[in-house]
T-cell receptor, first 115, second 110 residues
Framework: EAGVVQSPRYKIIEKKQPVAFWCNPISGHNTLYWYRQNLGQGPELLIRYENEEAVDDSQLPKDRFSAERLKGVDSTLKIQPAELGDSAVYLC?????????????FGPGTRLTVL | GENVEQHPSTLSVQEGDSAVIKCTYSDSASNYFPWYKQELGKRPQLIIDIRSNVGEKKDQRIAVTLNKTAKHFSLHITETQPEDSAVYFCAAAAGNKLTFGGGTRVLVKP
């Protein structure tokens, strides 16, 4: 079974530039998550999708961040414009919600460096 | 919202010794507690999890305990090996939302 796929793996941009990340979840997983992981810290949820619907985006900085999950499969996360503090690893995860419990499978992440 | 505290932040053990990582959570509605291992530059991977209706779970050299009354859960690694060196994250979930602890960097010295 293929795991969660993310691209690019690394991205270096100058501040104020836009950047986009792409995620393809495990086939059949209806729930997709975007996390941000700062150096030395645990992942922090940015947004959670159930199928096409964003059901939790309370931690997404909406002034500069946007996300979409058209057709309920793959997803993109965009930052425009990027700031120095956005440097982090952006992790995508997916799960198949069966009950109250579900294992989240993580992608390899995109390491963003904003100069 | 949920808040998960994890201790210690770093842990150095001699190969063969045991390692214990402790977490506390704040939301009594949390009912699923996974532990993830993250090696340098790699994705977090689930190593063990426990549901709220279970007090203890063991899988070979790793075990997790849960005290719902005290809102504590712990990871125990016995007979540590160099390949156990990594960052370990605890997490607590209410519904489908996971909140992670800050991580514990474990170093197993040969």
């Amino acid at each position: 079974e293929a795991g969660v796929v993310q691209s690019p793996r690394y991205k270096i941009i100058e501040k104020k530039q836009p950047v986009a990340f792409w995620c393809n979840p495990i086939s059949g997983h209806n729930t997709l998550y975007w996390y941000r992981q700062n150096l030395g810290q645990g992942p922090e949820l940015l947004i959670r999708y159930e199928n096409e619907e964003a059901v939790d985006d309370s931690q997404l900085p909406k002034d500069r961040f946007s996300a979409e999950r058209l057709k309920g499969v793959d997803s993109t996360l965009k930052i425009q414009p990027a700031e120095l503090g956005d440097s982090a690893v952006y992790l995508c995860a997916s799960s198949l919600v069966r009950s109250s419990y579900n294992e989240q499978f993580f992608g390899p992440g995109t390491r963003l460096t904003v100069l | 919202g949920e808040n998960v505290e994890q201790h210690p932040s770093t842990l150095s053990v001699q190969e063969g010794d045991s390692a214990v990582i402790k977490c506390t959570y704040s939301d009594s509605a949390s009912n699923y507690f996974p532990w993830y291992k993250q090696e340098l530059g790699k994705r977090p991977q689930l190593i063990i999890d426990i549901r709220s209706n279970v007090g203890e779970k063991k899988d070979q050299r790793i075990a997790v305990t849960l005290n719902k009354t005290a809102k504590h859960f712990s990871l125990h690694i016995t007979e540590t090996q160099p390949e156990d060196s990594a960052v370990y994250f605890c997490a607590a979930a209410a519904g489908n939302k996971l909140t992670f602890g800050g991580g514990t960097r474990v170093l197993v010295k040969p």
